[in-house]
């Protein structure tokens, strides 16, 4: 009776872990878990089946407890489960706006294997180094600048911009993708910006454009083909991506992605995500100096959706659908603006997907959105 007693207790825990897999989160804290469990739910999955070790028939509450625990391990799959389709329409859909295969990628590489789930990320041979590209305010503003060991001719360039609500996060976040990248044959350069409340738009979008006059200026010395670019950003730095892609008016700039970003700062504002969750009018204030009624101009000039018929730049959009954060009709309305000027654009939306999935490069959200992006960069450079 103990035993299957403690077996319940254990059955609960899982379960009420494996729900953060398939629903939204209800605070902050458990949107954070929610990322582990819908990238890393297969690591759950066995655990919860250790309800199936011998003596859960003989009472009642062992019958319950198996019941949760396999129910568990059923939801803590579904991401992956669901990935399965995603990844297939994601590949068709590339095919459809005639995105090319990327240099040295094997052919017909599957963009979503399971097995590619339970293996450890292994950094290349990838040199890294840091340096200040700009001085402004007091502040120092670096970048890190990834590249392959012992290549010496011009590489195309992809410019990687870090979320944090315009007021923190670091360029050092994420990093794997940036190795991953830089292996494959492109100049990775990971860059910092001034932040909110400190420093409103557009310095953010300043700092990224001098950021990328100053790897153009030097582009001889550090290996850089400056004639081909590309801005990856994630959250806020997805914003400020497309923003310096849509206005910076740069020939060089041949394309933009933009993880799980804001798009339409007034839509935003009447949109607004759980405060339990996250603060986005207070965020939204320091960012850009007040409300809507207050600074209607502002939050007109900060909007990519604004910019989507004169921008004209190539576009990858991802974006996990149950984002308690940023809604993934930001990424949806601008795809739409997009594609109905004409623009090429490309939106993967992920079901079970929240802000910031993509942390693990080998996750369901990791693996789908790594391979949108080789195919978009070998595309567009």
């Known amino acids: 009776m103990r035993t299957n007693s403690l077996r319940l207790g254990f059955a609960i825990v899982v379960f009420l872990a494996s729900l953060l897999a398939v629903f939204r989160a209800p605070t902050n804290t458990l949107w954070i878990a929610s990322v582990v469990l819908t990238e890393r739910g297969h690591y759950l999955a066995p655990v919860a089946l250790l309800v199936l070790l011998p003596g859960w028939r003989r009472t009642r509450l062992g019958i319950v407890a198996v019941a949760l625990g396999v129910t568990a391990a059923i939801f803590a799959l579904s991401p992956a489960l669901r990935a399965r ?24 590489r599957s963009p979503f294997k399971m097995r590619a789930l339970f293996r450890k990320h292994v950094a290349p041979d ?6 200040t590209y700009a001085q402004k305010d007091g502040n120092r503003l670096d970048l890190d600048l ?6 010496r001719a011009p590489e195309p360039l992809v410019v990687i911009i870090h979320g944090g609500s315009w007021s923190g996060g670091t360029r050092s976040d994420l990093p794997a993708l940036n190795s991953y990248l830089a292996a494959r044959g492109y100049v990775v350069a990971s860059t910092s910006y001034r932040f909110a409340p400190m420093h409103r738009y557009p310095s953010q979008t300043e700092d990224i454009d001098d950021a990328i006059d100053f790897l153009k200026t030097n582009a001889n010395r550090l290996g850089i083909d400056s004639t081909r670019i590309v801005l990856v950003g994630r959250s806020a730095g997805g914003q400020l991506a497309l923003m310096s892609a849509y206005t910076k008016r740069d020939a060089a700039i041949r394309g933009v992605v933009a993880f799980y970003a804001p798009t339409d700062m007034n839509w935003g504002w009447e949109h607004p995500s759980d405060p339990r969750v996250y603060d986005s009018f207070a965020t939204l204030r320091n960012f850009l100096g007040g409300s809507p009624t207050e600074n209607a101009a502002i939050y007109r000039a900060a909007s990519p959706l604004g910019f989507a018929a004169s921008g004209a730049i190539p576009t990858l959009l991802i974006h996990g659908s149950r984002d308690e954060l940023v809604a993934s009709r930001q990424s949806a309305r601008l795809d739409s603006a997009l594609r109905h000027n004409r623009t090429r654009s490309l939106f993967i939306e992920m079901p079970w997907a929240t802000h910031g999935c993509d942390y693990f490069i080998n996750g369901p959200c990791g693996q789908i959105s790594t391979y949108a992006i080789e195919r978009f960069l070998a595309s567009v450079l």
């Open 126 to 131: 990838v040199g890294q180094r840091t340096m």
């Open 146 to 151: 990834y590249r392959r060991s012992g290549q």
């Open 85 to 108: 389709s995603v990844a297939e329409q994601t590949r068709l859909a590339i095919g459809s706006v005639q995105l090319a295969p990327s240099p040295g990628a094997p052919p017909h």
